[in-house]
């Protein structure tokens, strides 16, 4: 059966669209995070899930850590972020930051570690 989740009142372009949409209120088994960002350095602090997390970075460049290490992505990469590995992001500019983040949980559990 095919649910079909009508958004009204959202950006129908990449510009200012930030959404978090849980699955469990479109009856989906995944959450999501639709992310726009233009500030340099912007991002959410470190923090970790009881779940896995799958970045799909459209557009624009950002350093995420994820666990010990740190890695550039850009445009067109995908980064996969295993349950319970800390992890955060800080968008590089100049241009603006625009991803598309999957959580594997059809509601957020997040625990903020700073």
Do not use: C
Request: glycine share 8%.
């Amino acid at each position: 059966m095919l649910l079909l989740h009508r958004r009204s009142g959202v950006a129908t372009d990449d510009v200012d669209w930030n959404e978090s949409i849980e699955g469990a209120d479109i009856g989906s088994e995944v959450s999501l995070i639709l992310e726009y960002e233009a500030r340099t350095g912007a991002g959410p602090r470190l923090h970790r899930h009881p779940y896995s997390e799958t970045f799909v970075v459209r557009h624009g460049r950002a350093l995420f850590t994820i666990g010990d290490e740190q890695y550039e992505a850009s445009g067109g990469q995908i980064l996969v972020v295993p349950a319970f590995t800390p992890h955060k992001f800080a968008v590089v500019g100049p241009e603006p930051f625009v991803s598309t983040n999957i959580h594997a949980n059809p509601t957020f559990e997040t625990e903020w570690l700073e």
